[in-house]
């Protein structure tokens, strides 16, 4: 089986393209804005432009915009191959990239909006451990109970939180097969870890 994996929830944007459990092709970009205009292309660029009979696609959280192009896209194809389309948790990713490099449990902090930082404690084996949160760095610090600390905000926030060891670590789908299958979802509903800045008037009674 073709699977197709892609990650633009953050500031890096990431396609893969596997056979069964062996990666083909694949390359993760750090690119902060413009995922609208690169996911494509970058799906485009792999072997046979990426046609799969499965696609996994972050829900976030992260970036508004970059949950959305991601979801987006991989309905599309998904409509457009007649392949099966999942959803999988951004944090689950980092934290089972982590596996790699750390054996143990570990908490994920990642880039949130408005100064704050999303946070979420997993098991050694790579299942969240607490709710996901998006706390200020303060918060954020207090959240986090384990001593390696993972995601594009760990080292700053094992420097607030003043002991443990930090991973920079960004998501990319190059490692998408890392994850349990339990952790994957049929139902494409984005992860925005925070409420909505907009809300809908309350009607006048």
Same mark, same amino acid.
Not at 103 to 108: C, L
Not at 111 to 126: I, K, L, P, Y
């Given at each position: 089986m073709r699977i197709l994996a892609i990650d633009s929830a953050t500031e890096a944007c990431s396609v893969a393209l596997f056979d069964g459990d062996t990666l083909i092709a694949g390359q993760c970009e750090v690119i902060g804005r413009g995922h609208a205009e690169r996911l494509v292309p970058m799906i485009a660029d792999l072997p046979g432009q990426g046609r799969a009979d499965r696609i996994l696609v972050s829900m976030g959280p992260g970036s508004f915009t970059g949950v959305r192009i991601g979801l987006a896209a991989?309905?599309?194809? $998904?409509?457009?191959?007649?392949?099966? *389309?999942?959803? #999988?948790?951004?944090?689950?990713?980092?934290?089972?990239?982590?596996?790699?490099?750390?054996?143990?449990?570990?908490?994920?902090?990642?880039? $949130?909006?408005?100064?704050?930082?999303? *946070?979420?404690? #997993?098991?050694?084996?790579?299942?969240?451990?607490g709710e996901l949160l998006s706390r200020p760095p303060a918060e954020a610090a207090e959240a986090t109970v384990h001593e390696t600390v993972a995601g594009s905000q760990s080292g700053a926030l094992i420097a607030r939180r003043g002991h443990g060891r930090a991973l920079s670590v960004l998501p990319d789908a190059r490692h998408a097969m890392r994850l349990s299958g339990e952790l994957l979802s049929r139902r494409l509903s984005p992860i925005y870890g925070r409420a909505p800045d907009a809300r809908v008037p309350e009607r006048a009674v």
């Open positions: 991989a309905r599309a194809l $998904g409509l457009a191959w007649q392949a099966e *389309v999942l959803g #999988f948790p951004t944090l689950c990713l980092v934290a089972a990239m982590v596996q790699q490099q750390s054996q143990g449990p570990v908490s994920i902090c990642m880039t $949130g909006g408005h100064g704050e930082w999303f *946070v979420q404690n #997993f098991a050694a084996d790579g299942f969240p451990r």
